[in-house]
């Protein structure tokens, strides 16, 4: 059964391939992001990064293309703002996009002062993926993981145990959200003061770099001896299919990501655009707070966002002096790696390397988490927070609550909200949890790491311009959907549907886990009780974003058609986790059988 799990999460990898090579060849640039950068270039040189630009088109807003070609338009200018045109709004300069030529000239002076200018070559296809960036921004993202991972080290100890390129894989997971997590809290506290420039950065992420690995020289530790890797005879199998299924996977994210620089629509539309914002420096980084983003559209202004990944791209473009589409691409290809990296390698460590083979397996086979790793989102580096929030506070619980782990735990925890509002239920469960569990004295220094993000989360949400559209504006709209049955059960169809969604049906990863079940078993149940604590956060998690449904104010089939799947990706991960620890590693029955044969009387022969 192992073997068959294992061939067959391959399997569906290869198939996504295919999935993405189609997707790339009929939908190549597929919401216009990477044409609108280069076809407003002209006018844009010619703007100051702080101008406000005004936004018309002949395009009915009933029309299909209407949000699309204006987020296009939005991110191509960004860092400078994009208006809508209006009786109150007449910026000097506009831009727009259009079905057919018209008289630019006349069309400006009907909207008084506002200048419009003809950037001939609107309508001719031009290449999708301008050769100034192909170049990859390195400095900015080696120096930010060396300081995540002299931090991962140094928090985390002799914590880590198993085989050593398993220790190897499982610290530059952790150091993949540490040092970015830490880089760009630190960022925008530089924005918002003015600093956030380029040189001021470099020495920043130098000095960063220096002082975790003076703390990382000064508390090191030996690395554990790594006890002998068990018995598990197919061990080879399970190896060879887990490098073959990342190297498709890999493979699937260039494709689609050579066709599509500027990721999925939100990406362009919210992560990315809001990062230009902060590039843009003191002048500029307001407007990724601000609720005129998006053209007032529905789902496209989102200015209550917290800003992780967002000031973490910034970072790496005022670094290389350039908005270079490597860097949103190479964040969102390093944070899935992450997650699944430390997915298999904390199973390796707590369980066995078996287990963590298979995890891995089963996540590659998972299309709620392939579909994403590419697009540029925010999804996956949420669900790297949450996974490790439960690795590193399971491992503290294991281990005698040392204050380390629970300083990296709480590292962890306080990130989750610093990256999507979805963070905030779990953050709180989390750490209503660990109190109930650990007492006062552990707890503080779980508090003492959250900090970090928690401070910058508040912050933010201090200094935001706009609100949530979703939310209701009153407790009266809020009891009147709560009281509609019809909306309980629509939200859970929705939930249902993008579960049963997550894989193809003959290599489903719910199938799969539960014929691992049966087969393997579970632990007793002395253990699995002693974990059921760990389950308190991810159920929270899954509660709010249920209860966002049934009170969200947008129509609620466009909200969930637009959001479930995603939401469910965050914390499938971390299901996967809990689901295998559950299960008795295959290695306990070869053991076993040894043993048996070990202990067995020899005969004794006969005398003659």
């Known amino acids: 059964m192992c073997i068959a799990v294992g061939v067959l999460s391959v399997f569906t990898v290869f198939n996504s391939i295919q999935d993405a090579k189609d997707w790339a060849e009929q939908y190549p640039d597929a919401y216009g992001a990477a044409r609108a950068d280069v076809r407003f270039a002209p006018l844009l040189a010619r703007m100051a990064t702080n101008a406000h630009l005004g936004y018309f088109t002949d395009l009915p807003p009933d029309n299909q293309a209407y949000s699309a070609a204006f987020l296009a338009a939005q991110y191509a200018a960004a860092p400078r703002q994009l208006l809508m045109i209006s009786p109150q709004t007449q910026p000097e300069w506009a831009v727009g996009n259009f079905t057919k030529l018209i008289d630019f000239a006349s069309a400006g002076a009907v909207r008084r002062r506002t200048r419009l200018r003809n950037l001939h070559g609107f309508r001719k296809r031009r290449d999708l993926i301008p050769s100034e960036i192909n170049e990859m921004i390195w400095v900015a993202l080696i120096l930010t993981m060396g300081i995540g991972w002299f931090l991962s080290n140094a928090l985390l100890g002799g914590a880590w145990s198993g085989p ?48 975790s690995a003076a703390i990382w020289w000064r508390v090191r530790e030996p690395s554990p001896h790594s006890p002998p890797v068990r018995r598990f005879p197919w061990m080879w199998v399970l190896v060879g299919a887990s490098i073959a299924g990342v190297l498709m996977l890999v493979l699937d994210f260039q494709l689609f990501s050579q066709a599509n620089p500027a990721g999925e629509w939100d990406a362009s539309g919210i992560w990315n655009l809001r990062a230009r914002y902060l590039a843009g420096g003191p002048e500029t980084w307001r407007y990724a707070l601000s609720g005129e983003v998006g053209g007032h559209m529905a789902g496209a202004s989102h200015p209550n966002y917290p800003l992780f990944l967002s000031s973490f791209v910034a970072l790496q473009w005022v670094a290389a002096g350039k908005f270079d589409s490597a860097a949103p691409a190479a964040a969102s290809l390093l944070f899935s790696m992450g997650v699944w990296v430390l997915l298999g390698a904390s199973l390796a460590r707590t369980a066995s390397l078996a287990l963590g083979l298979l995890a891995w397996l089963v996540l ?21 927070a949450f996974l490790a929030s439960l690795v590193l506070l399971d491992w503290a619980d294991r281990s005698g609550l040392p204050a380390r782990l629970l300083f990296a735990a709480g590292l962890a925890v306080g990130f989750a909200p610093w990256i999507k509002n979805e963070g905030w239920p779990f953050a709180i469960a989390a750490l209503g949890i660990a109190a109930w569990r650990f007492g006062g004295r552990p707890i503080i220094w779980i508090v003492l790491g959250a900090m970090p993000g928690l401070v910058a989360t508040i912050l933010l949400k201090i200094v935001t311009q706009g609100r949530e559209g979703t ?20 939200a859970l169809a929705g939930f249902a549907k993008a579960i049963l969604g997550a894989g193809p049906l003959w290599a489903h990863p719910l199938i799969s886990v539960a014929a691992l079940a049966i087969v393997l078993r579970l632990v007793p149940a002395a253990e699995r009780r002693a974990r059921v604590w760990l389950w308190a956060p991810i159920a929270a998690t899954l509660a709010a974003e249920y209860g966002l449904y049934v009170v969200t104010t947008a129509d609620l089939n466009w909200h969930i058609s637009t959001s479930v799947t995603r939401l469910v990706a965050q914390v499938w991960p971390s299901l996967l986790w809990l689901a295998f620890l559950m299960l008795r590693p295959p290695e306990d029955y070869f053991v076993a059988q040894a043993a048996v044969v070990t202990s067995s009387p020899k005969r004794k022969r006969p005398r003659e």
Not at 199 to 204: F, I, L, R
Request: aromatic share 10%; charged share 10%.
């Open 164 to 211: 050593r390129w398993m220790m190897i894989l499982g610290e530059a997971s952790l150091a993949a959200l540490f040092g970015p997590g830490l880089t760009s809290v630190v960022f925008f506290f530089m924005t918002v003061a003015g600093v956030g420039t380029a040189p001021a950065v470099d020495v920043m992420l130098i000095a960063l770099t220096t002082l």
């Open 364 to 384: 590659l086979g998972s299309g709620v988490f392939t579909s994403q790793v590419p697009v540029q989102y925010a999804d996956l580096l949420l669900g790297l």
């Open 471 to 490: 939310i209701p504006t009153t407790i009266g709209e809020a009891l009147a959907k709560i009281s509609d049955a019809s909306r309980w059960w629509q």
